[in-house]
T-cell receptor
Framework: AQTVTQSQPEMSVQEAETVTLSCTYD???????LFWYKQPPSRQMILVIR??????QNATENRFSVNFQKAAKSFSLKISDSQLGDAAMYFC?????????????FGKGTKLTVNP | DAMVIQNPRYQVTQFGKPVTLSCSQT?????MYWYQQKSSQAPKLLFH???????NEADTPDNFQSRRPNTSFCFLDIRSPGLGDAAMYLC????????????FGPGTRLTVL
């Protein structure tokens, strides 16, 4: 079974600075999807960024980018120019690309605090 | 706007009194999920529907049931809530394409007295 590990329960960053959240995963599959979800306090979970394992190029979405290292099974999230609105719980998630698999495997999350 | 809607947002029930949480979606997605999320934890998948096919997680207690009468609606029934069932319940949907993200609703906060 696949597992996702987020080794940083909490992180903090100064506004306008850069922070990197770590995620590692374990799988024997070669094709899969990785996601970072953001869950602000008392608000709904939204997708931040997605990476397909077959793509070598790291995904980017504005201030958010990933460092995807397939051999190392690592998928870190970099947030540049941090804003107060980035404060949230961040979950790394894995989904198999095998037929019939519809489930996400979540990490335990990293709580990000942004200091003004 | 297309979205995932959960009602009610807050639900209070008594120990042992059945309760139903509802989820509706305007995305026309074929997969719908129910998650339980306790404070500062990751969401825990309870079950999901792929179209009309129900898929229960092995460790989901029998106390939790679900119904999906049509594509748009899905219900979570807790037959005899215990104090340990107090949590946020999240509904999510996904479209048919591989790699498509899950769209989450705002959740229903369940309190058991």
């Amino acid at each position: 079974a696949q597992t996702v590990t987020q080794s940083q329960p909490e992180m903090s960053v100064q506004e306008a600075e850069t922070v990197t959240l770590s995620c590692t995963y374990d799988t024997s599959e070669s094709d899969y999807y990785l996601f970072w979800y953001k869950q602000p306090p008392s608000r709904q979970m939204i997708l931040v960024i997605r990476q397909e394992a077959y793509k070598q190029q790291n995904a980017t979405e504005n201030r958010f980018s990933v460092n995807f290292q397939k051999a190392a099974k690592s998928f870190s999230l970099k947030i540049s120019d941090s804003q107060l609105g980035d404060a949230a719980m961040y979950f790394c998630a894995y989904r198999s690309a095998q037929g019939g698999s519809e489930k996400l495997v979540f990490g335990k999350g990293t709580k990000l605090t942004v200091n003004p | 706007d297309a979205m995932v809607i959960q009602n009610p947002r807050y639900q209070v029930t008594q120990f042992g009194k059945p309760v139903t949480l509802s989820c509706s979606q305007t995305l026309n997605h074929n997969v719908m999920y129910w998650y339980q999320q306790k404070s500062s934890q990751a969401p825990k998948l309870l079950f999901h529907y792929y179209d009309k096919d129900f898929n229960n997680e092995a460790d989901t207690p029998d106390n939790f049931q679900s119904r999906r009468p049509n594509t748009s609606f899905c219900f979570l029934d807790i037959r005899s809530p215990g104090l340990g069932d107090a949590a946020m319940y999240l509904c999510a949907t996904k479209g048919p394409r591989w790699g498509n993200e899950q769209f989450f609703g705002p959740g229903t906060r369940l309190t058991v007295l």
